[in-house]
C-alpha cells in the first residue's frame, strides 16, 4: 500500500535558471529561508502561472522547508494559485465602494460574455475570473485587474475593450 | 523660501513620473536625515513624540511614544517594517504616496531608522500594488546608488538596509503580528501581546510596524521642527494628513489637508458633494470597520477624539458616502462578507461568527430572514466586541453591523419577508 502511494505522490521538479536567480535575489534579503517561501512561491508563479504540487515541492526542497508548512502558507494567501488559472487572471474588485458602484453588473457582464463564474477558467485557457478585496482605487470605481494592470471608472464597454486586447494579444 | 504646508503631497504630480533621487533632493528632500544624524536616538524619539504625530494607519496612538518603548541596542539587529498593505475597504491614500513619492517615503524610513537604531528596513507592500512596487524598487535603487542607503550614511556611524516585500492577499496581514508572521514566511495568524513587537518582534527582535502615511510624516517632523507641525493643524490638532472621499459623490479622491478640517469640509469643499440626483444617507468615516455616521455629523471636526463621542471611529479618514438610493442593507452584507472572507480563522466569534452573520444578512436580502435573525445579528456584534476575539478584525467587522442595526433598524425590518428591494 505505501509502495502504491509513494509511486503516484507528486515529485518535485527542476526549478528554472531563472526561477532560481531570482529565488536567490530575494535569499539576500532575509536572514532566514523560510521567510523567502512566499516570496519563492511567487516567482514560480510568475514564470509557471500557477503554483503545482511538483513546484511546490521544489520550492520546499530548495530552500530546505517543510512541504507541509510551504503549502499551509501557499494556501494561506489568495493570490497563490494552487489551481492551474488561464493566462489572463481577471480580479474584479467587490468590496463596498465598487459594490456602490455596481461591480455586481460587471461580474454579470463578464460571466455571460466569457461563460465562466467566478473561480472558473474559460475553456480555451484565456481568462480565469477571480473576485478580489478592496483594490485601493475608491474614487476610481468600479475597478479591476488583468494579470498586473489595474483598470478603473470600468463600464462594460470598457471591459468588452479590455478583454477584445487581451484576446488580440494572445 | 516658504516653508511648505503640505509636506506629504508638495511633490506630487498626478501624471508626471514620481520624482528620482536627484529631484527629490533638489526639492529639498533628504535633510531629515542628515539632521537626524545629529540627534541622539532617544531625543529623535521625543521629538516626534512632541509633535503630537498619531499613527496613519487607523489606530491613531502616538508614533514618538510607540516607538519609546523599544529597548536599548545590544548589537543585534533591529528591525522597522512600513505596513503598505492598504487593505482597509474605502482606503486609498498610501497608494497615492507609494506611487508618485516614492522617496518621500524612503527617506522617512531612514530617518526613523536613526531614532530606532535599526538594522534594517522593511516595506509591506501588498502584491496588488504593481504600480508602487515599480516606483519603490526604483526609488531603494537610487537611494543605495546616492550612499543613502548602506553602510555609513552620509559619511556617518549609522548603517542601514532596506528591502521591499510584496504580499499575496490577505486583509489580517494589516494587523501588525500578522503581519510579522507573514513577513517571517508563516501563515499571517495575529500573534499573543505581551510581547509586544518593540520588544520581540520581527524574529524575536526589536521591531516597530508603522502605517506609510505616518512615516511619510518624519521627513517634515525632523526637517522642519515641532513648531511647524502643530502650525499645520486647526482645531487645536497638529500636521496634516490625507482624507478622501468615495461613493456617488460629484469628485471622489483624497487630498492632502490640516488635521482636524470638519467632514464638511472634505464631502462639500473638496469632493463636491453628492452627485445629481443622489441624497446622502450616512458615511462610514473612515475606512469598512468603522462606525456608521449620519449627515448632523458632517460638521464634526476629523479628530479621533470626537468621532468617538459621535459612536465611531475615525479610522484611516477616508469617508465612504451611502447614498439615499443605495440599499443600508446590502451596504452591511458587502462590508460583513469581506470580513468574512478575510477572517484568518484563528479564533471563534471572527471564524464562526462572521460567516453567520454574512449568511443571515444574504437571508434578509433575499426575503429569506426574521426579526430573529435580527436579534441573533445583535448579539453577534456583542459576541465580536473588544475583549472577545484575538485581534481587532472581528470588532473592527462589528463595527458598521452594529451601527448599520441602530439607524437602519426600519430597513432590516422591512427586509424581514419582502427582501431587498
Known amino acids: 500500500m505505501s509502495n502504491l502511494i509513494a509511486s503516484t505522490a507528486p515529485k518535485a521538479r527542476q526549478l528554472t535558471p531563472e526561477e532560481i536567480h531570482d529565488i536567490e535575489h530575494e535569499k539576500t534579503h532575509y536572514p532566514y529561508a523560510q521567510a523567502v517561501g512566499l516570496e519563492a512561491l511567487k516567482i514560480v508563479q510568475k514564470y509557471q502561472g500557477w503554483v503545482s504540487d511538483e513546484s511546490l515541492l521544489a520550492v520546499a526542497d530548495y530552500l530546505k522547508l517543510p512541504p507541509d508548512e510551504l503549502e499551509g502558507v501557499a494556501t494561506f494567501f489568495n493570490m497563490i494559485f494552487r489551481r492551474p488559472v488561464g493566462k489572463h487572471v481577471i480580479l474584479l474588485c467587490d468590496s463596498v465602494a465598487c459594490w456602490m458602484l455596481g461591480c455586481d453588473n460587471l461580474k454579470a457582464h463578464i460571466s455571460s460574455k466569457l461563460g465562466i463564474e467566478y473561480g472558473q477558467t474559460t475553456a480555451d485557457n484565456q481568462f480565469t475570473l477571480i473576485p478580489v478585496p478592496c483594490l485601493g482605487d475608491c474614487d476610481k470605481a468600479p475597478a479591476m485587474m ?23 494579444r494572445g | 523660501m516658504t516653508v511648505t504646508n503640505k509636506p506629504l503631497t508638495k511633490n506630487i504630480e498626478i501624471g508626471r513620473a514620481p520624482f528620482n533621487f536627484a529631484q527629490y533632493q533638489a526639492a529639498g528632500g533628504y535633510q531629515s536625515v542628515a539632521k537626524a544624524l545629529t540627534f541622539k536616538p532617544r531625543d529623535l524619539m521625543k521629538l516626534v513624540q512632541d509633535s503630537g504625530l498619531g499613527g496613519r494607519g487607523g489606530a491613531g496612538f502616538n508614533t514618538g511614544l510607540k516607538w519609546s518603548f523599544i529597548p536599548e541596542p545590544d548589537g543585534g539587529p533591529r528591525y522597522l517594517v512600513v505596513n503598505a498593505d492598504e487593505m482597509e475597504p474605502g482606503t486609498f491614500k498610501d497608494r497615492l504616496l507609494m506611487e508618485h513619492d516614492p522617496h518621500l517615503l524612503i527617506e522617512g524610513m531612514i530617518t526613523a531608522s536613526i531614532a530606532l537604531q535599526a538594522t534594517m528596513a522593511y516595506i509591506f507592500l501588498r502584491g496588488e500594488y504593481k504600480e508602487a512596487e515599480h516606483a519603490l524598487l526604483q526609488a531603494i535603487k537610487q537611494a543605495y546608488a546616492a550612499g543613502m542607503l548602506g553602510k555609513n550614511i552620509q559619511g556617518s556611524e549609522f548603517s542601514l538596509d532596506m ?7 490577505r486583509y489580517i496581514c494589516g494587523e501588525e503580528t500578522a503581519l510579522i508572521n507573514a513577513l517571517e514566511g508563516k501563515r499571517a495568524n495575529p500573534r499573543f501581546k505581551p510581547p509586544f513587537p518593540q520588544v520581540s518582534g520581527l524574529w524575536g527582535r526589536p521591531t516597530l510596524v508603522n502605517n506609510v502615511e505616518t512615516i511619510c510624516n518624519i521627513p517634515g517632523i ?5 513648531e511647524w507641525f ?19 459623490v460629484k469628485n471622489p479622491g483624497c487630498w492632502e489637508m490640516p488635521v482636524g478640517t470638519t ?3 472634505l464631502f462639500e469643499d473638496y469632493a463636491g458633494g453628492m452627485q445629481d440626483g443622489y441624497q446622502l444617507k450616512a458615511f462610514l468615516p473612515g475606512g469598512g470597520s468603522t462606525d456608521f455616521l449620519m449627515p448632523e455629523h458632517l460638521d464634526l471636526p476629523m479628530i479621533p477624539g470626537d468621532v468617538a463621542k459621535a459612536g465611531s471611529r475615525l479610522g484611516t479618514s477616508l469617508i465612504m458616502v451611502l447614498d439615499d438610493k443605495t440599499c443600508p442593507v446590502g451596504c452591511v452584507h458587502n462590508l460583513i462578507k469581506f470580513f468574512a472572507h478575510e477572517s484568518c480563522g484563528w479564533c471563534t466569534p471572527c471564524r464562526d461568527g462572521l ?16 426579526l430573529k435573525d435580527i436579534e441573533i445579528l445583535k448579539e453577534m456584534c456583542g459576541y465580536m466586541a473588544p475583549g472577545n476575539t484575538f485581534c481587532a478584525l472581528a470588532p473592527g467587522a462589528a463595527e458598521p453591523l452594529q451601527s448599520g442595526l441602530k439607524y437602519f433598524m426600519d430597513e432590516f425590518v422591512e427586509h424581514v419577508n419582502h427582501g431587498c428591494k
Open chain 1, 146 to 168: 488583468v494579470g498586473d494592470k489595474t483598470y478603473r471608472n470600468l463600464t462594460p464597454a470598457k471591459i468588452d475593450a479590455i478583454l477584445a486586447d487581451c484576446t488580440a
Open chain 2, 163 to 169: 528591502a521591499l516585500h510584496t504580499s499575496a492577499g
Open chain 2, 222 to 226: 525632523v526637517t522642519h521642527g515641532v
Open chain 2, 230 to 248: 502643530k502650525g499645520l493643524g486647526i482645531n487645536g490638532q497638529f500636521g496634516t494628513r490625507i482624507s478622501g472621499v468615495s461613493g456617488r
Open chain 2, 263 to 265: 467632514f464638511r469640509t
Open chain 2, 355 to 370: 460567516p453567520w452573520s454574512e449568511h443571515m444578512l444574504l437571508k434578509l436580502e433575499n426575503g429569506e430572514g426574521s
